[in-house]
């Protein structure tokens, strides 16, 4: 009986995701080579520190300083970008080994969300695979789900919580009380945020990972340019206790949509029903959904971030190499991914919740209602408590579906009410 050959793999980057890849590796390597009728082997690797215990033995591994010198190794068959990043050495090394004939397994969504069309076009060219199940919620096999799970349907939707650090965060501050700054602390020392942890907070992670959603969803090719970005910096514990009481959790969603004007792409904070599977899932787990015209709703949910999770993904990448399996990158050929035409944020429909402070005192709220009036904005749902007459006191309201449009307007007219002593916070409520 013949034997396959071992799949030689490069690792670089052997900080949390790559640190749990190499104990992955390492713990089930009977389990991949009875699935997969091959060993994987890791032949080479690279970090910037080669003095660090990384948990396994790697004295028989060769050492590159240099990722891109390792990307071409010809001892290796697929090059592993763990490293990060949208520039730099990460995508050096990553196009090193496309033009070296090696398979790239990356879990960078930053890279994917920048260069992602090039690199697709540069692997396939090649006939080569650019893999990168881990790079979009940890985890779950979103990528696979909707790029072959879902190959009969044209996708209508994909949202979901696509940030880990960020959901974990909303999370313990309702449940626990605990700061914001607190609780970040808490999510990079589990390994959830990215090394520059804005990317988390500000929502840019989460546009990246919806940049290469919307890609494979409709078979676009990726638009980062085009996401609207908002974060969870202005979340306070008064907005999450407000949600609580009106029967809603704020996340932050990531939401590509086909729409008539073209595909609305935006990430930013939302109000979702308490008992819907969005609105259920807590802490560090993420969820996509995605809608498909004959499949109707599929809701995905796992672990978003993190060493194990994380190396779950990219060694189902690396079986499906070792299998010889190979799918378009974005599921449809590179060549031919459609520019993407995109729907600005300024043509959503739907409701929202506001919330100010304002002065306690007689007109105040008049002043609000007629500037709502004004702009045809329609209240669903007010709600005032307490009374500190001539002190600030926190004004809440829902609206009924409007336009974006609109209500951005209504907002910089009553943010410029003298009564009105702070910035409104807007929050989009979505009945997902
Ligand atoms: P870490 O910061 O934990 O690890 C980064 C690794 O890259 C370290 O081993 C570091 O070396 C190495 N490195 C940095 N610069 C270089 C360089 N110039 N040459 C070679 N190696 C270098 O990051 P993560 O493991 O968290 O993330 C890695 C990638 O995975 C990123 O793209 C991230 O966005 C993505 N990702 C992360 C997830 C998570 O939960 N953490 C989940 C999904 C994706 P050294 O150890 O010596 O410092
Ligand atoms: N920082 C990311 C998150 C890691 O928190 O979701 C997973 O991509």
């Known amino acids: ?5 071992p799949l030689r793999i490069g690792i670089a980057g052997l900080g949390t995701v790559g640190g749990g890849v190499l104990k992955l590796l390492a713990s089930h390597g009977e389990l991949l080579t009875q699935r997969t009728g091959r060993t994987l082997q890791v032949t080479a690797v690279s970090a910037r520190d080669a003095s660090r215990d990384r948990g396994v033995d790697l004295s028989s591994v060769r050492w590159y300083q240099d990722a891109a010198a390792l990307a071409v190794d010809p001892e290796i068959d697929v090059f592993v970008e763990l490293i990060g990043g949208s520039d730099g050495i990460a995508k050096r090394a990553v196009e090193a080994a496309i033009a070296a004939g090696k398979h790239v397994v990356t879990a960078n969504k930053a890279l994917l969300a920048h260069h992602g069309s090039a690199l697709a076009t540069a692997a396939e060219s090649a006939g080569l695979t650019l893999a990168f199940e881990a790079a979009v919620a940890g985890g779950i096999p979103a990528i696979k789900g909707l790029r072959e799970g879902l190959a009969g349907n044209n996708i209508r939707e994909v949202h979901g919580i696509l940030n880990g650090t ?8 309702r449940t626990t009380g605990r700061d914001f700054a607190d609780v970040l602390a808490d999510a990079q020392r589990l390994g959830y945020a990215e090394a520059d942890p804005s990317f988390d907070i500000d929502g840019v992670d989460a546009a990246h990972k919806l940049a290469v959603l919307t890609a494979v969803a409709f078979g676009t090719k990726v638009d980062f340019k085009s996401v609207h970005v908002e974060g969870i910096r202005h979340i306070s514990a008064l907005d999450i206790n407000y949600a609580q009481e009106l029967g809603y959790r704020i996340r932050l969603l990531g939401i590509a949509r086909r729409t008539e004007a073209g595909i609305e792409q ?14 259920a899932t807590d802490g560090v787990f993420n969820a996509v959904v995605a809608d498909g015209d004959f499949v109707d ?12 999770p994380t190396a779950s993904a990219v060694v189902a990448d690396l079986v499906d190499i070792a299998r010889g399996r190979s799918t378009p990158t974005f599921g449809v050929p590179a060549e031919q991914l459609a520019p993407l035409v995109s729907s600005p944020i300024s043509r959503r429909q739907g409701r929202y919740y506001v919330r100010l402070m304002v002065v306690d005192r007689p007109g105040v709220i008049a002043d609000i209602a007629a500037t709502l009036r004004d702009q045809h904005v329609s209240m669903e749902a007010f709600l005032q408590r307490g009374r500190s007459p001539g002190e600030a006191v926190p004004v809440v309201w829902t609206t009924h579906e409007t336009d974006e449009a609109a209500m951005q307007s209504a907002l910089a007219a009553i943010g410029a009410l003298d009564a ?3 910035p409104p916070r807007m929050i989009r409520i979505e009945d997902f």
């Open 1 to 5: 009986m013949s034997v396959a050959k």
């Open 166 to 173: 960020c959901n974990y965060i909303l999370t313990e501050m």
């Open 266 to 279: 935006r990430v930013h904070p939302c109000m979702v029903p308490t008992n819907s599977p969005i609105g």
């Open 297 to 308: 709703k599929v809701v995905l949910v796992g672990r978003g971030a993190g060493a194990g």
């Open 420 to 422: 009105v002593l702070e």
